[in-house]
């Protein structure tokens, strides 16, 4: 049996090998791709497998990565996220060649192999996820908005059952990537390796100084000495509110622990509301880079 067979689900029993072919595909389709941004797509693949989780409401169950409503209109048409079309699209020819991954699947998969190819530590990664229909979209203003504060971060995250060491983890993310004025007006990026995994984000915020950018977008800090790294004002509440900002201190030290919490809490966060069979065992896919 080979990943490449055609096959629709139902009789195609695909095994870790299988995965990790599908793993071997994006790496390769990263690694050729390098012409967009700051040279990868993978921090929009890891928001994509972000978005496609972090709409889970544990009170209901609803929204999570199991379903990939983000492919219809109303979902992926609200505004948190724009420009994720781009990494749909770029993942588009993997799915074409593996009929048998559910797009829920291959979106996490794609998180997955986006962090390990960009230096990050292992995720373990379970299947099982199936898609839905555009029923089982979510309402928009699930995700977090950027403008706000301490109070509105704990109630986003809390909703999907994290806590505060948890959305601090989380946050690291941002050591990839940018903003894009055009996606969701704001502008440029968090460090100065936005394409590598690392505890730069926690160090940048502790230790630069930050100071409102001046401009006619909306309110964004920009870093005092070179002014070309930013913050948002949601990132600036890691460091304003006490229980958040000491975890901020403890990863801003130690990338070990920032890697072990990271892929614990980013496990968490992909697996959010999915029924897995009792038999799932996580697996351990190899990056190409090593
Ligand atoms: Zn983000 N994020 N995010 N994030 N994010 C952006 C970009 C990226 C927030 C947010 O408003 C924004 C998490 C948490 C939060 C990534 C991963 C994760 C952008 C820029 C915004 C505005 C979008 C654009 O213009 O393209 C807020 C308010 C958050 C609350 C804490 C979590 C959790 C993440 C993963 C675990 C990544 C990788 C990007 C970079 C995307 C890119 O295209 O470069």
């Given at each position: 049996?080979?990943?490449?067979?055609?096959?629709?689900?139902?009789?195609?029993?695909?095994?870790q090998d299988?995965?990790?072919k599908?793993?071997?595909?994006?790496?390769?389709?990263l690694e050729?791709?390098?012409d967009?941004?700051?040279?990868?797509?993978?921090?929009?693949?890891v928001?994509?497998?972000w978005?496609a989780?972090?709409?889970?409401?544990?009170?209901?169950?609803?929204?999570?990565?199991n379903?990939?409503?983000?492919?219809f209109?109303?979902?992926?048409?609200?505004?948190?996220?724009?420009g994720?079309?781009a990494?749909?699209?770029?993942?588009?020819?993997?799915?074409q060649?593996?009929?048998?991954i559910?797009?829920?699947?291959l979106?996490?998969?794609?998180g997955v192999?986006?962090i390990?190819?960009?230096?990050?530590p292992?995720?373990?990664?379970?299947p099982?996820?199936?898609?839905k229909d555009?029923?089982?979209c979510t309402?928009?203003?699930?995700l977090p908005?950027a403008?706000?504060?301490?109070?509105?971060?704990?109630?986003?995250f809390y909703?999907m059952?994290?806590?505060?060491q948890?959305i601090?983890?989380?946050?690291?993310?941002?050591?990839?990537?940018?903003c894009?004025?055009?996606r969701s007006?704001?502008?440029?990026p968090?460090?100065?390796?936005?394409t590598?995994?690392?505890?730069?984000?926690y160090?940048?915020?502790?230790?630069?100084?930050?100071?409102?950018?001046?401009?006619?977008?909306p309110?964004?800090l920009e870093?005092?000495?070179?002014?070309?790294?930013?913050?948002l004002?949601?990132?600036?509440?890691?460091?304003?509110?006490?229980?958040?900002?000491?975890?901020?201190?403890?990863?801003?030290?130690d990338n070990?622990?920032?890697?072990?919490?990271?892929s614990?809490?980013?496990?968490?966060?992909f697996?959010?509301?999915?029924?897995?069979?009792?038999?799932?065992?996580?697996m351990?896919?190899?990056p190409?880079?090593?």
């Amino acid at each position: 049996l080979s990943g490449s067979s055609g096959e629709t689900s139902g009789f195609f029993q695909p095994k870790q090998d299988d995965y990790q072919k599908v793993y071997n595909q994006i790496a390769a389709r990263l690694e050729e791709k390098d012409d967009y941004d700051d040279g990868s797509y993978g921090p929009v693949l890891v928001r994509l497998a972000w978005h496609a989780s972090g709409t889970y409401d544990k009170e209901t169950g609803t929204g999570g990565s199991n379903g990939a409503t983000m492919r219809f209109a109303p979902e992926g048409d609200h505004g948190a996220n724009a420009g994720l079309a781009a990494a749909r699209d770029f993942l588009e020819p993997v799915k074409q060649a593996n009929p048998w991954i559910s797009y829920s699947d291959l979106w996490i998969l794609a998180g997955v192999v986006a962090i390990q190819e960009m230096l990050g530590p292992q995720i373990p990664y379970r299947p099982g996820r199936k898609d839905k229909d555009i029923a089982a979209c979510t309402p928009d203003g699930r995700l977090p908005d950027a403008t706000q504060g301490n109070k509105h971060l704990r109630d986003i995250f809390y909703r999907m059952g994290f806590n505060d060491q948890e959305i601090v983890a989380l946050s690291g993310a941002h050591a990839l990537g940018r903003c894009h004025t055009d996606r969701s007006g704001f502008t440029g990026p968090w460090t100065f390796s936005p394409t590598v995994v690392t505890n730069e984000y926690y160090k940048l915020l502790l230790n630069e100084k930050w100071q409102w950018k001046n401009w006619k977008g909306p309110k964004q800090l920009e870093d005092k000495t070179t002014k070309t790294l930013m913050m948002l004002p949601t990132d600036m509440a890691l460091v304003s509110d006490k229980s958040f900002k000491q975890w901020v201190e403890k990863y801003a030290k130690d990338n070990d622990l920032f890697f072990k919490d990271f892929s614990a809490v980013i496990t968490k966060l992909f697996e959010l509301g999915v029924p897995f069979a009792e038999n799932a065992t996580p697996m351990t896919l190899k990056p190409t880079t090593a």
